[in-house]
């Protein structure tokens, strides 16, 4: 977990334009297990239910030809005249039968998952993006940008137009991870390239904001760049794969937010029913408010 006291915020000239405090959540105990658990059930989530049709394998007229004929009592296609007739039906184990085990559109796709868990899940995939080494872990361009997590003043917010969107990257030497996440794009490998996920590609930087006045516009066309409201942070953007360490751009006022959103040891969250958890002495302790008062 990050332990420094304050951020500096940069500004548009890539220049320290003052600090910050450390959000609490920053300093969250980071548990790779919850982070991996909690993503892999919200994936399910999205999937679309499918199924194979269940007259497939099924129609023609087989029927087995029984015992003392020395051959498999599998069903056997009917008539004669054609290769087909005579040939093993129906099974799974015979060429033109249906599957074993025919899927069915009813299977149990999607996975409920506790509320908190996913919260806590959220808090050590923040907490884990403020350290330097889980971010490049993951393969984030960062070494030459000034500090994680980076900070940029309010500015950010404002702007609409991608070219200066793709200056202030560059400004704030971020933009070398958007280059290598427009390099990485390549075509998928299996039958996903017929299925409309035709390119793979990595994922950029996170663009974190409080108020949308036209950042969205700017920089949603960039490759690899996502961007996303910190009153509605996704664990599938903050830990895509359930991997640990998302680059996170955050504006001032975002990166101000988060002890509101998720509270501190002293301050209650906006969120009901939920209380940071801090590491103490090796062990795992939920804040009781009124310890510190």
Same mark, same amino acid.
């Given at each position: 977990? +990050?332990?420094?006291?304050?951020?500096? *915020? !940069?500004?548009?000239?890539?220049?320290? &334009?003052?600090?910050? @405090?450390? $959000?609490?959540?920053?300093? +969250?105990?980071?548990?790779?297990?919850? *982070? !991996?658990?909690?993503?892999?059930?919200? &994936?399910?989530?999205? @999937?679309? $239910?499918?199924?194979?049709?269940?007259?497939?394998?099924?129609?023609?007229?087989?029927?087995?030809?029984?015992?003392?004929?020395?051959?498999? @009592?599998? $069903?056997?296609?009917?008539?004669?005249?054609?290769?087909?007739?005579?040939?093993?039906?129906?099974?799974?184990?015979?060429?033109?039968?249906?599957?074993?085990?025919?899927?069915?559109?009813?299977?149990?796709?999607?996975?409920?998952?506790?509320?908190?868990?996913?919260?806590?899940?959220?808090?050590?995939?923040?907490?884990?993006?403020?350290?330097?080494?889980?971010?490049?872990?993951?393969?984030?361009?960062?070494?030459?940008?000034?500090?994680?997590?980076?900070?940029?003043?309010?500015?950010?917010?404002?702007?609409?137009?991608?070219?200066?969107?793709?200056?202030?990257?560059?400004?704030?030497?971020?933009?070398?991870?958007?280059?290598?996440?427009?390099?990485?794009?390549?075509?998928?490998?299996?039958?996903?390239?017929?299925?409309?996920?035709?390119?793979?590609?990595?994922?950029?930087?996170?663009?974190?904001?409080?108020?949308?006045?036209?950042?969205?516009?700017?920089?949603?066309?960039?490759?690899?760049?996502?961007?996303?409201?910190?009153?509605?942070?996704?664990?599938?953007?903050?830990?895509?794969?359930?991997?640990?360490?998302?680059?996170?751009?955050?504006?001032?006022?975002?990166?101000?937010?988060?002890?509101?959103?998720?509270?501190?040891?002293?301050?209650?969250?906006?969120?009901?029913?939920?209380?940071?958890?801090?590491?103490?002495?090796?062990?795992?302790?939920?804040?009781?408010?009124?310890?510190?008062?």
């Amino acid at each position: 977990m +990050a332990s420094r006291p304050l951020v500096t *915020v !940069h500004n548009d000239q890539g220049e320290g &334009a003052g600090q910050c @405090r450390m $959000p609490a959540v920053l300093t +969250a105990p980071i548990r790779q297990d919850v *982070v !991996h658990f909690v993503h892999t059930n919200m &994936a399910k989530n999205r @999937r679309q $239910p499918y199924a194979v049709s269940k007259m497939a394998g099924h129609q023609t007229s087989a029927e087995s030809w029984g015992t003392g004929r020395a051959v498999a @009592r599998i $069903p056997r296609v009917s008539g004669g005249g054609t290769h087909r007739s005579g040939q093993g039906a129906f099974g799974n184990m015979c060429r033109g039968g249906r599957m074993f085990a025919p899927t069915k559109i009813w299977r149990r796709w999607h996975r409920k998952i506790n509320l908190n868990q996913k919260r806590f899940a959220t808090c050590s995939a923040l907490s884990a993006s403020a350290l330097p080494g889980l971010v490049m872990a993951r393969g984030h361009r960062i070494q030459e940008i000034q500090e994680v997590p980076l900070v940029v003043d309010n500015a950010i917010e404002s702007i609409s137009k991608t070219s200066a969107a793709v200056a202030l990257l560059k400004t704030i030497k971020a933009f070398g991870d958007v280059e290598k996440s427009k390099e990485s794009r390549k075509i998928r490998a299996g039958k996903g390239k017929m299925r409309n996920r035709r390119h793979t590609q990595r994922r950029g930087p996170l663009i974190v904001y409080n108020e949308d006045h036209g950042v969205t516009q700017a920089f949603r066309n960039l490759p690899g760049v996502e961007l996303a409201n910190v009153n509605y942070l996704n664990l599938l953007q903050l830990a895509p794969g359930g991997h640990l360490g998302r680059f996170i751009i955050w504006s001032k006022s975002a990166f101000e937010k988060l002890d509101t959103v998720y509270g501190t040891w002293r301050q209650q969250s906006i969120k009901s029913n939920f209380r940071l958890v801090f590491l103490f002495c090796g062990h795992l302790f939920v804040c009781e408010y009124h310890l510190f008062f």
